[in-house]
Nanobody, 114 residues
Framework: QVQLVESGGGLVQPGGSLRLSCAAS????????MSWYRQAPGKQRELVAV???????NYADSVKGRFTISRDNAKNTMYLQMNSLKPEDTAVYYC????????WGQGTQVTVSS
């Protein structure tokens, strides 16, 4: 059974930081391209960042220079370090795994507000 479990979300003030984690089980994690998506209320789900199985990364323009995606294949875990958070970063953040099949996590809420 495949599981992607996000954690690390919460309420943070503008300018603050959070670190999201995505723990994977039931897949050969190192074979998968991993991504973070987010969905704000009333908006479509959008790609935030991706890290390939080879370690290449790419980011949405809106988060470049503020967010860093990484992975630890030994721990079957992906991370998203989010710095200089803005109110517009408020969303549910989802973990996504892509290889032969695609899998989603259940999401973790990030709220940026004073």
């Amino acid at each position: 059974q495949v599981q992607l479990v996000e954690s690390g979300g919460g309420l943070v003030q503008p300018g603050g930081s959070l670190r999201l984690s995505c723990a994977a089980s039931g897949i050969t994690f190192s074979l998968y391209d991993m991504s973070w998506y987010r969905q704000a209320p009333g908006k479509q789900r959008e790609l935030v960042a991706v890290i390939t199985r080879g370690g290449s990364t790419n980011y949405a323009d809106s988060v470049k220079g503020r967010f860093t995606i990484s992975r630890d294949n030994a721990k079957n875990t992906m991370y998203l370090q989010m710095n200089s958070l803005k109110p517009e970063d408020t969303a549910v953040y989802y973990c996504h795994a892509q290889f032969a099949n695609a899998y989603w996590g259940q999401g973790t809420q990030v709220t940026v507000s004073s």
